[in-house]
T-cell receptor, first 116, second 114 residues
């Protein structure tokens, strides 16, 4: 079945540091890829998405490129802020593996803490 | 505010009991999803409904059931509760339920089984 593997956390950075959170996936078809963010006490919010190979999703200074050849969708931001502290989830949908066309399959999440 | 409303926010109950979690999707969204979030399993997809019909099923236990009503709100019923069912249960909605759509998540119901 479909699966998502993202780097283990937690990740602690200083303000204005560069951020990378690695994400790789396994899917039998051509999935859409997503990054969701969860702030403390809240539900998940879509951060960005990409629906086909070589697409780049971007939002709020975050970027991720859909790399089919390496089955990856790494999240990057050039300069993090304290307000970026949250849990980040990589996810895929529509991988084609046995009824998975509609559901989102999530990675385990990476806790990011940004210190001033 | 995502527009998805979940009630109650917190629920404390005992083993063997039955509870019902409620979700109202965003106005206009036809598809509702239920997810369970726990420390050991992460976010697990339970079930999806589209316009009242079950569309996809994930790792949902037989003790759990769900439905979507004509007004599109959904309920997740958990019965014969066990300690391991303690988790945060999220509802999400989307317009059509297609794989490339954005999901809007509620704030969740924290279930504690004692």
């Amino acid at each position: 079945g479909d699966s998502v593997t993202q780097m283990e956390g937690p990740v602690t950075l200083s303000e204005e540091a560069f951020l990378t959170i690695n994400c790789t996936y396994t899917a039998t078809g051509y999935p859409s890829l997503f990054w969701y963010v969860q702030y403390p006490g809240e539900g998940l919010q879509l951060l960005l998405k990409a629906t086909k190979a070589d697409d780049k999703g971007s939002n709020k200074g975050f970027e991720a490129t859909y790399r089919k050849e390496t089955t990856s969708f790494h999240l990057e931001k050039g300069s993090v802020q304290v307000s970026d502290s949250a849990v980040y989830f990589c996810a895929l949908s529509g991988g084609g593996g046995g009824g998975s066309n509609y559901k989102l399959t999530f990675g385990k999440g990476t806790l990011l803490t940004v210190n001033p | 505010d995502s527009g998805v409303t979940q009630t109650p926010k917190h629920l404390i109950t005992a083993t063997g009991q039955r509870v019902t979690l409620r979700c109202s999707p965003r106005s206009g969204d036809l598809s509702v999803y239920w997810y369970q979030q726990s420390l050991d399993q992460g976010l697990q997809f339970l079930i999806q409904y589209y316009n009242g019909e079950e569309r996809a099923k994930g790792n949902i236990l037989e003790r759990f059931s769900a439905q979507q009503f004509p007004d599109l709100h959904s309920e997740l019923n958990l019965s014969s509760l066990e300690l391991g069912d303690s988790a945060l249960y999220f509802c999400a909605s989307s317009v059509e339920g297609f794989s490339n759509e954005k999901l809007f998540f509620g704030s969740g119901t924290q279930l504690s089984v004692l």
